[in-house]
């Protein structure tokens, strides 16, 4: 198929690259040129000057941007160069007002839009195992499932246009009280005098065990945050997350808790650490 990507951050970039990996023709566009310049000569595809030549003609327009305004401006430039019938499939996680927004807008120009927020980290964009949550048509969905699974183990239509972003949010209610737990847990360990190490061999089997007690619980206990989700994401995540639970009346005491102690990780000069810092706080361990 022919296909562009527009946002070659820590995830497009390997997302992209699945794509062209794939078989598929494929056209990028970043702000950044020289990224842009760089996946394409890493992978075989086409670096653009904008996203409107990035998106002409394309049957699928992907976009992993950063915020809802990003959206709205990518979207605006490339939807008239895009293939009739064609699809725009965003991978931002944004709000889920604004995956409606951008649903109708498509449908009165006579293309389509799904919202596909992604999990799985770097690390899943890079092994083509993301777990991607979409909201829109089902029609257009199943056109757009079988390019997604390049670089997916799991994608599920969660319901109409906004459902994929409210699912994300989910995700990260429930990642927020679980790293919290986590840390709170590895900080009593120290106190108590117990070796991290040892700890988690006899409480990861039980019912303690979770993928971030898994990937995070050593590299928290050796003090390493230099990979992974960035507090500053989280924060713009929870953010959203807090919006809409205004709007629903949904009481989230944990979540506004911990989006507060990412607050004080930033302060401390943490934006940029993985989500799994929030043990430095406990710890006032600031670099």
Known sequence: MKLAFAGLG????????HLAAAGHEVSVFNRSPEKAC???????????????????????????????????????????????????????????????????LCAAEGRAFIDAPVSGGQAGAEAGQLTVMCGGDKDAFERARPVIDHFAKAVRLM??????????????????????GLSEGLHFARRA????????????????????????????????????????????????????????????DVTRLVDGFYAELQAMGGGRWDTSSLVKRLEGRAE
């Open 10 to 17: 820590v995830m497009g970039f390997p997302m992209a690259g």
């Open 38 to 104: 760089r996946w394409a000569a890493t992978h075989k595809g086409r670096a653009c000057e904008s996203a409107r030549m990035a998106a002409q003609d394309a049957e699928i327009l992907f976009l992993c941007v950063g915020n809802d305004d990003d959206v709205r401006a990518v979207a605006a430039e490339a939807l008239p160069a895009l293939a009739v019938d064609g699809l725009i499939v965003d991978h931002t996680t944004t709000s889920a007002r604004l995956a409606r927004e951008m649903a109708a």
């Open 159 to 180: 319901g109409p246009p906004g459902a994929g972003q409210l699912t994300k949010m989910v995700n990260q209610i429930c990642i927020a009280g679980l790293v919290q």
């Open 193 to 252: 005098g117990l070796d991290p190490a040892e700890v988690y061999e006899a409480i990861s089997k039980g019912a303690a065990q979770s993928w971030q007690m898994d990937n995070r619980w050593k590299t928290m206990a050796e003090d390493r945050f230099d990979f992974g989700f960035a507090v500053d994401w989280m924060r713009k995540d929870l953010g959203l997350v807090l919006d809409e639970a205004a709007a629903n009346g949904a009481r989230l």
